[in-house]
C-alpha cells in the first residue's frame, strides 16, 4: 500500500500525528513517502507578497531542507525499527505550495493515502489560503488521513459513518482490504434526518406497514450488514442508527466511545434522500476532535 506522509515539522521528539495514527492503524507492507515542502518566503505584516531576495531565499530553502531531511531520515529509521508494518520509507523535499505539491506528487506515484496533520498552516496562512489538511481533504483523488493528538493508548477505537450508497460500500470493503491490524473496536453509524420519515408517515402499504417503518427498518438491515462485514477487522463491531445530522450523529457516538478515529467516504448519496456524506465528511475532518480518515476509492 502506497501512502504519502506530509511531513511540516523540521524536529521534534516524537513522530507527527499523522504518521503516528498511520502506524497505530497497522496496516501491513506500507511504502511510505514521506515528503517536507518548503513554502515560499512571505514577509512579516504582509503575507501576501513573496520574498525575493535570492539569498534571504537561498538561505531559508537550503537550512530548511537539511533540517527537514534529517528529521524524516530519524523517522524513517523508528519506522524500520517498530515492526512488519512498513516495507519501505523515502524522503523528500520539495518546494511550492504544500497542499498543491503533497496532491502533485501522490497523483505521480500511484498513492492510495494521503496522511497529514489536522493544522500545517500559521493562523494567517489558514486564514488566506486554506489550512493544507482543508485543501487536501477537498482536492485529492486519494483517500485522506488528518492526523490528530490520541487521547488513550492502546489499539484505536473507531467510528465509521456511512450513507449505505453503493459508493460508501465500496470504499468500506477498499478498507477492508487494507487489512488494518491496529483496531480494538468499529461503531458502525448511519444517521438520517428526521424529516424524511415524518414525510413518509402517513404512508401505508399494501401490508399494512408504513413507509416510515419499512425506511426505518432498511437502514437498520443495512448498518448491521455493514458491521457484520467489519467484524473481519475487529470482533467488538455493533452498529447505531441515530435519528438527526450524519455530522453531529457522528461526533455524538465518537464522544460516547472516546474514538481515536472517524471514517467516512468522501462523497457518494445513498436512498437517503438528504444525506450527503460528501460535505459530512469535510466538516469532521476540519472539525473532528479526533483523527479522520476520509476514503476515497481509488
Known amino acids: 500500500m502506497n501512502v504519502l506522509v506530509g511531513i511540516a515539522e523540521t524536529s521534534g521528539a516524537e513522530p507527527p500525528q499523522s504518521l503516528q495514527i498511520l502506524t497505530d492503524l497497522g496496516f501491513p507492507g506500507l511504502k511510505l513517502d514521506l515528503v517536507h515542502v518548503i513554502a515560499p518566503l512571505v514577509v512579516a505584516g504582509f503575507p501576501t507578497e513573496v520574498v525575493t531576495a535570492a539569498e534571504a531565499v537561498m538561505w531559508n530553502s537550503e537550512n530548511e531542507a537539511a533540517a527537514a531531511l534529517s528529521f524524516m531520515e530519524s523517522l524513517s529509521q523508528g519506522m524500520h525499527v517498530a515492526g512488519d508494518t512498513v516495507n519501505q520509507v523515502s524522503v523528500h523535499v520539495l518546494d511550492g505550495g504544500p497542499a498543491y505539491e503533497l496532491l502533485h506528487f501522490a497523483d505521480a506515484n500511484a498513492t492510495q493515502l494521503v496522511a497529514v496533520c489536522a493544522s500545517t498552516n500559521s493562523p494567517i496562512e489558514a486564514l488566506l489560503t486554506g489550512s493544507v489538511a482543508r485543501n487536501v481533504t477537498n482536492n485529492a483523488h ?17 467510528v465509521l459513518g456511512t450513507d449505505h450508497s453503493d459508493y460508501a460500500n465500496t470504499c468500506i470493503e477498499q478498507f477492508i482490504g487494507w487489512s488494518p491490524r491496529g483496531i480494538e473496536s468499529i461503531s458502525v453509524v448511519t444517521a438520517y434526518e428526521d424529516t424524511l420519515l415524518r414525510s413518509r408517515a402517513a404512508d401505508i402499504g399494501v401490508s399494512g406497514i408504513s413507509a416510515a417503518d419499512a425506511v426505518r ?3 437498520s438491515v443495512r448498518t448491521t450488514s455493514v458491521a457484520k462485514r467489519l467484524k473481519l477487522i ?38 437517503l434522500e438528504r444525506l450527503t456524506l ?20 481509488h
Open 142 to 158: 486519494q483517500s485522506v488521513l488528518i492526523g490528530r493528538p490520541r487521547q488513550h493508548s492502546g489499539k484505536l477505537r473507531i
Open 217 to 219: 427498518d432498511a437502514i
Open 234 to 271: 475487529s470482533p467488538k463491531t455493533h452498529a447505531s442508527v441515530i435519528v438527526g445530522s450524519p455530522a453531529s450523529a457522528i461526533r455524538q457516538v465518537a464522544e460516547e466511545t472516546n474514538a481515536d478515529v472517524i471514517i467516512v467516504c468522501a462523497k457518494g448519496h445513498s436512498m
Open 278 to 297: 460528501g460535505s459530512t465528511s469535510l466538516s469532521l475532518a476540519i472539525d473532528s476532535p479526533c483523527s479522520v480518515l476520509v476514503l476515497r476509492h
